[in-house]
């Protein structure tokens, strides 16, 4: 079946401090990628959806200038946190596609970022 | 506004009982539907999606769900629960019109009594 992997799974930094997250489709080439965000006990909320070699479009709400999407390539996907603060501690989860909307969403295992 | 409700945050069942866990949506278009299981540490397993046609669709781990338009419901069920069925179930909603993007319900806990 098609993986999805992400790294880190977690990680610690100090608030002012950036922090990146890779999101990669191991054997398939991914058309689309998507960014999810995810509080304790509570849903997955969609923050940005990015194309290979495109911007990323962020859903409202969503600071494009904090999170920053780079979708260089068909297998990889990268969301940096910047400036990061306490309130940006959450469970990052991205999924890849490539197939349109009728396609499967692939998942990630998740990324824990804890801001102190 | 295009948005899925699961009603019961939390369910209980015994090993070896039925299951229902239910989701209704709200969509403009011709809704695609699906239900995924999150288990601590991995990330988010499909189970069974529709699309069109029958609408009883079977999925992986014995899992069924029945698409009701009328009733804007696509429940998920279960006819002999299994301890490793103990998971955070989400049902998700997209369309032909949304390029991929899911929208998410709260999720349901299920725990199960042995």
């Known amino acids: 079946g098609a993986v999805v992997s992400q790294h880190p799974s977690w990680v610690i930094c100090k608030s002012g401090t950036s922090v990146k997250i890779e999101c990669r489709s191991l054997d398939f080439q991914a058309t689309t990628m998507f960014w999810y965000r995810q509080f304790p006990k509570q849903s997955l909320m969609l923050m940005a959806t990015s194309n290979e070699g495109s911007k990323a479009t962020y859903e409202q709400g969503v600071e494009k200038d904090k999170f920053l999407i780079n979708h260089a390539s068909l297998t990889l996907s990268t969301l940096t946190v910047t400036s990061a603060h306490p309130e940006d501690s959450s469970f990052y989860i991205c999924?890849?596609?490539?197939?349109?909307?009728?396609?499967?969403?692939?998942f990630g295992p998740g990324t824990r970022l804890t801001v102190l | 506004a295009q948005s899925v409700t699961q009603p019961d945050i939390h369910i209980t069942v015994s090993e070896g009982a039925s299951l229902e866990l239910r989701c209704n949506y709200s969509?403009?278009?011709?809704?695609?539907l699906f239900w995924y299981v999150q288990s601590p540490g991995q990330g988010l397993q499909l189970l069974l999606k529709y699309f069109s046609g029958d609408t009883l669709v079977q999925g992986i781990k014995g899992f069924e769900a029945e698409f009701k338009r009328s009733q804007s419901s696509f429940n998920l069920r279960k006819p002999s629960v299994h301890w490793s069925d103990a998971a955070e179930y989400f049902c998700a909603v997209g369309g032909s019109g949304n390029t991929g993007k899911l929208i998410f319900g709260q999720g349901t806990t299920l725990q199960v009594k042995p």
């Open positions: 969509y403009g278009a011709t809704p695609y």
């Open positions: 999924s890849a596609s490539f197939f349109g909307p009728r396609g499967e969403q692939f």
